[in-house]
């Protein structure tokens, strides 16, 4: 990796991320789980680390600034997200990290832009990013964590299958809404997973 890249890179997310120090140790976990699962499965370790790193980057931004600038600069947001703001982070941050930390890679910032529900037929670094951002080391409180963790570095498919299974079996229990993307991308992965199995 190129280390005075990154390190810059690092001084520019720990300065976005000031007002909540709790988001920038979640964010370096997410960028390290992101660096070992490329290792594990062939994805250039670079771009993972840079998309775990720059995966919240938005995510301090009030939540009506987020849907003014989407609406600003052209970003879709659907019904869903607008009675639930805070999932703007992960589009807003797509483009953030294009425009204001000038990365040129699409597969980085879609990786960004999909972390947080995740979508059918997600890339191997869409896939990464979306499991490390539920078991970096400083995640503690989710249900089936250790298996998750585990999953996470022996079969990428399953460890999403049970991610997406938990979130939505968590939501139904609160009473909470679902966006579309996370049960498409549950159906998805629950079918990968049965098919593998038969």
């Given at each position: 990796?190129?280390?005075?890249y990154i390190?810059?890179l690092r ?5 976005a ?8 140790r979640?964010?370096?976990g ?5 660096a ?24 301090c931004?009030?939540d009506?600034?987020k849907?003014?600038e ?6 879709e ?5 607008k009675n ?8 807003l ?7 204001l ?21 997600m890339?191997?670094l869409e896939?990464?990013?979306?499991i ?10 989710a249900?089936?964590?250790d298996t998750?963790r585990?999953l ?26 679902i ?8 159906e998805y992965?629950?079918?990968?997973v ?5």
């Open positions: 990796m190129d280390n005075s390190e810059d001084k520019q997310v720990k300065k991320l000031k007002e909540d120090k709790m988001r920038y979640h964010t370096l997410v960028a390290d789980t992101s070992c699962l490329a290792m594990r499965y062939g994805v250039d370790m670079q771009k993972a680390y840079i998309a775990g790193l720059l995966h919240d980057c938005a995510k931004v009030p009506t600034v849907l003014e989407c609406n600003r600069y052209g970003i947001v659907t019904e869903f997200e639930s703001l805070y999932l703007l982070h992960a589009k941050g797509a483009y953030y990290a294009k425009e930390y000038h990365i040129e890679d699409a597969s980085i910032c879609s990786a960004i832009y999909w972390h947080t529900t995740g979508h059918a037929g890339t191997k896939e990464i990013v979306y490390a951002d539920y078991i970096e080391p400083y995640r503690n409180h249900q089936n964590l998750i585990q996470a570095f022996t079969d990428l498919e399953k460890a999403i299958y049970q991610v997406t299974k938990d979130t939505l079996a968590y939501l139904k229990k609160k009473g909470g809404s966006d579309p993307a996370t049960i498409q991308t549950y992965y629950q079918k990968l049965e098919k593998g199995e038969k």
